[in-house]
T-cell receptor, first 114, second 113 residues
Framework: NAGVTQTPKFRVLKTGQSMTLLCAQD?????MYWYRQDPGMGLRLIHY???????AKGEVPDGYNVSRLKKQNFLLGLESAAPSQTSVYFC?????????????FGPGTRLTVT | GDSVTQMEGPVTLSEEAFLTINCTYT??????LFWYVQYPGEGLQLLLK?????DKGSNKGFEATYRKETTSFHLEKGSVQVSDSAVYFC????????????FGDGTTLTVKP
């Protein structure tokens, strides 16, 4: 099992450019999440999905869009990148049965917007 | 809403010292409780968990007990190693919050030889 994978690992964008981050999981999890992690601010939830074809807003959704067309994939899009979106982005997945709802994280994507 | 409060860091210890990182929570239900660890340049990974009151989670010498009466889940290790240097996150499971986990802000631990 590969677990949760993220592509790309690093990316540099200019202000106004767009890009898509891909997250894939092979554990058949229903739930998937996108977080951003900034120094001194812990993890902040951007968007999440409770199943194929569903998405929901998290704590900091502005400037991002997501799609979950296939159960195993969760895409995060930036339509017009801004320097404030410079961050490390983590994808995670989980089951939801009690005692099994730990989250499995990908290795992260380090994004710099200049 | 649900929340997690962790002991502020950074924490610096000498090798073989005793470690405690405090974690308290507020929750509307009875969620699972977790400690995650993040090594430099990596994603978070599960360190240990407890699913109900009085459960003790343990792994790699770390322990934490689910205390409902004090709403706490403090992380302890009797003798830390340099390799334990990392950021530690306390979290509530998403089972009682529409699938959304609640994370603390993280505590950075540095262990010096």
């Amino acid at each position: 099992n590969a677990g949760v994978t993220q592509t790309p690992k690093f990316r540099v964008l200019k202000t106004g450019q767009s890009m898509t981050l891909l997250c894939a999981q092979d554990m058949n999890h229903e739930y998937m999440y996108w977080y951003r992690q900034d120094p001194g601010m812990g993890l902040r939830l951007i968007h999440y999905s409770v199943g194929e074809g569903t998405t929901a807003k998290g704590e900091v959704p502005d400037g991002y869009n997501v799609s979950r067309l296939k159960k195993q994939n969760f895409l995060l899009g930036l339509e017009s990148a801004a320097p404030s979106q410079t961050s490390v982005y983590f994808c995670a997945s989980s089951d939801l049965d009690i005692g099994l709802d730990e989250q499995y994280f990908g290795p992260g994507t380090r994004l710099t917007v200049t | 809403g649900d929340s997690v409060t962790q002991m502020e860091g950074p924490v610096t210890l000498s090798e073989e010292a005793f470690l405690t990182i405090n974690c308290t929570y507020t929750a509307t239900g009875y969620p699972s409780l977790f400690w995650y660890v993040q090594y430099p340049g990596e994603g978070l990974q599960l360190l240990l968990k407890a699913t109900k009151a009085d459960d003790k989670g343990s792994n790699k010498g770390f322990e934490a007990t689910y205390r409902k009466e004090t709403t706490s889940f403090h992380l302890e290790k009797g003798s830390v190693q340099v390799s334990d240097s990392a950021v530690y996150f306390c979290a509530l499971g998403g089972n009682t919050n529409a699938g959304k986990s609640t994370f603390g802000d993280g505590t950075t631990l540095t262990v010096k030889p």
